[in-house]
């Protein structure tokens, strides 16, 4: 484990192992996990779990069974390590393959909380692809989709059970389509800027899986810096 | 007239006959206005237009002919009063009809740019609902909905032209689908606060009709008050 960092989020406690040279958590990572409010019990699911930051992390949270499901074998195995060197065995369980065959290892409608920070960009969507096809796979949708991760949350989620992800509000006008078509309703959202005066550069999204309609509520943004340091709320979330 | 108040958007010098006892602009009202971006000769619809107040006050911003389409003949006659104390019956034309039979008066794709402040609530929604019939058809659903809103303005816009809205984020999501559905993609939106600590009140959108995909800016937070007063962009935008 020579090349590996170790990080922790949000002073958690827990300690991921990280490859810089593949793939590490980003303020997406720290922003998602501190928004999404997992069951107590039961089971959650983080989709696209890559290095499983988020889903390890979770066990800090909360005491439910917490499956990681990840495509790609290389960041499999590191989520592997953090989960054997924090002793989660018992709580954190791994699924290497496609999220297309999820229902192989989880029953449908059996899932109280998902967490989800999936690829953002199309594969058009080329200008940001990178060399490194493990990065290039988490972040472009070259393997899975939005309508394949949402179709996925909606298979899995038991009724009235909430679906937290991070985006990017490039897409949100797809996103939330893409949500009513999988009878997802976007309850909660959170915008995130650099400034206050900038454009939003992320998205906070908590859905609910209900035949219902629903009312969302827009929250107030989470500015990030102000005269160019961190604002008392990103330094309280970035810092735990 | 004597029970009719003048009033004035934003500065602009154009005078508005405003009857209190049925609908009168409002906040809203001003701030699509002033979010409006109208082209600058050709056609312009404002739908939904009540006593007219956006649509005859963007003669103030473009020599485009501005036809507004209302329902209620209370609300177009007053609409009627203002264009001609305006003296604007060479610019401004008047259709009192459902918007469902708005091609009965102007070809489809012919439309250079759309302002339209619907009915906000669901007819189901009547914790909202008053008393007063105009001002109910007005804020609710009864004679339209948002899909029909939108099926409209789809027919009458030009490729590539844009549909300036103002709404409520409660409803996002379903307006994102619905214009999606209607191949209108957002390409602007900006959330309306009290104050920068409260959950958005109101939304201002700006969409255009296209085929292709489009990618969404979301731009800073518009706030009103800050410390009990008018913030300064608030101030400018109300006082002109």
Do not use: W
């Not at 550069?201 to 908590?206: F, P």
């Not at 609910?208 to 943004?221: F, G, H, M, R």
């Amino acid at each position: 484990m020579s090349n590996l960092s170790q990080d922790i989020i949000s002073n958690s406690g827990v300690r991921i192992f990280q490859d810089k040279q593949l793939y590490s958590f980003n303020l997406d990572t720290i922003l998602l996990y501190n928004f999404a409010k997992p069951a107590k019990k039961g089971a959650v699911v983080d989709l696209c779990s890559g290095n499983g930051a988020i889903g390890i992390t979770l066990t800090h949270k909360t005491k439910a069974t917490i499956y990681l499901v990840e495509l790609q074998k290389e960041l499999s195995d590191l989520a592997q390590i953090s989960i054997n060197e924090n002793n989660l065995n018992a709580q954190v369980k791994l699924i290497n393959d496609d999220l297309k065959n999820v229902q192989n290892y989880i029953s449908h409608d059996t899932i109280d909380s998902i967490v989800c920070n999936p690829p953002y960009f199309a594969v058009e969507d080329n200008s940001k692809m990178k060399d490194n096809p493990v990065l290039a796979i988490a972040r472009h949708e070259i393997k899975t989709d939005l309508s394949k991760v949402l179709y996925a949350s909606k298979v899995l989620l038991k009724e009235n059970s909430h679906l937290f992800m991070v985006y990017r509000p490039e897409r949100l006008s797809e996103l939330f389509k893409n949500m009513l078509d999988n009878r997802l309703q976007p309850k909660r959202v959170r915008f995130v800027r650099s400034t206050k005066n900038k454009d939003a550069n992320l998205v906070l999204i908590d859905a609910i899986k209900t035949v219902k309609s629903a009312s969302l509520k827009v929250e107030p943004d989470l500015v990030i810096y102000q005269d160019g340091e961190f604002t008392k709320e990103a330094k309280s979330i970035i810092e735990g």
